[in-house]
T-cell receptor
Framework: DAKTTQPTSMDCAEGRAANLPCNHS???????VYWYRQIHSQGPQYIIH???NNETNEMASLIITEDRKSSTLILPHATLRDTAVYYC???????????FGTGTRLQVFP | GAVVSQHPSRVICKSGTSVKIECRSLDFQATTMFWYRQFPKQSLMLMAT?????????EQGVEKDKFLINHASLTLSTLTVTSAHPEDSSFYIC???????????????FGPGTRLTVL
């Protein structure tokens, strides 16, 4: 499975954009990048996923580099409720498994 | 859409007893369900994958006789922790995916988790 590398923690001011980076240099051509977040003591929440093109939904935007070796999750206007651990996961092409790494702990402050 | 529930949300039991946790997909049919375990301050660890009507596939190091999984219908999977001991105390989380698409493209939707405490 392609591994991902994320910063351990990040801070963001409320109302500002939160940009969460993820490296996945060993990703294969048909493997998707998924982002989930986990608020304390809750189940993970699906945010967004993509293959090659940039994606946007009501929660966030996902920017994937042309070589697909890294991606950035963008929360355009962070709120205090966005404080959570954010997981970037590459789903192997021949399986539906999500292998969680340690993620990035995002702290949004007033 | 894509709501997954778990029951119970919390359970406390005595050592040696068995505990059953239910995972339901409320508004979609889940071909595949997954069970995870999470210890305090750690990430989620995949325990097993279950497909409706077939035996679960366990990850390496997970005792299948201790963690019994039954995926009897397209909306229900159960995890039974048999002869629970204090070291089994953890946060158990299930997820469900619709399936039917290409592998590697099915989004998983997670339940809220069940906190198990074994005394």
């Amino acid at each position: 499975d392609a591994k991902t590398t994320q910063p351990t923690s990040m801070d963001c001011a409320e109302g500002r954009a939160a940009n969460l980076p993820c490296n996945h240099s060993t990703i294969s051509g048909n493997e998707y990048v998924y982002w989930y977040r986990q608020i304390h003591s809750q189940g993970p929440q699906y945010i967004i996923h993509g293959l090659k093109n940039n994606e946007t939904n009501e929660m966030a935007s996902l920017i994937i580099t042309e070589d697909r070796k890294s991606s950035t999750l963008i929360l355009p206007h962070a709120t205090l409720r966005d404080t959570a651990v954010y997981y970037c996961i590459v789903m192997a092409y021949n399986t539906d498994k999500l292998i969680f790494g340690t993620g990035t702990r995002l702290q949004v402050f007033p | 859409g894509a709501v997954v529930s778990q029951h119970p949300s919390r359970v406390i039991c005595k050592s040696g007893t068995s505990v059953k946790i239910e995972c339901r997909s409320l508004d979609f049919q889940a071909t595949t369900m997954f069970w995870y375990r999470q210890f305090p301050k750690q990430s989620l660890m995949l325990m097993a994958t279950s497909n409706e009507g077939s035996k679960a596939t366990y990850e390496q190091g997970v005792e299948k006789d201790k963690f019994l999984i039954n995926h009897a219908s397209l909306t229900l999977s159960t995890l039974t922790v048999t002869s629970a001991h204090p070291e089994d105390s953890s946060f158990y989380i299930c997820s469900a995916s619709r399936g039917g698409g290409f592998k590697g493209t099915d989004t998983q939707y997670f339940g809220p988790g069940t906190r198990l405490t074994v005394l």
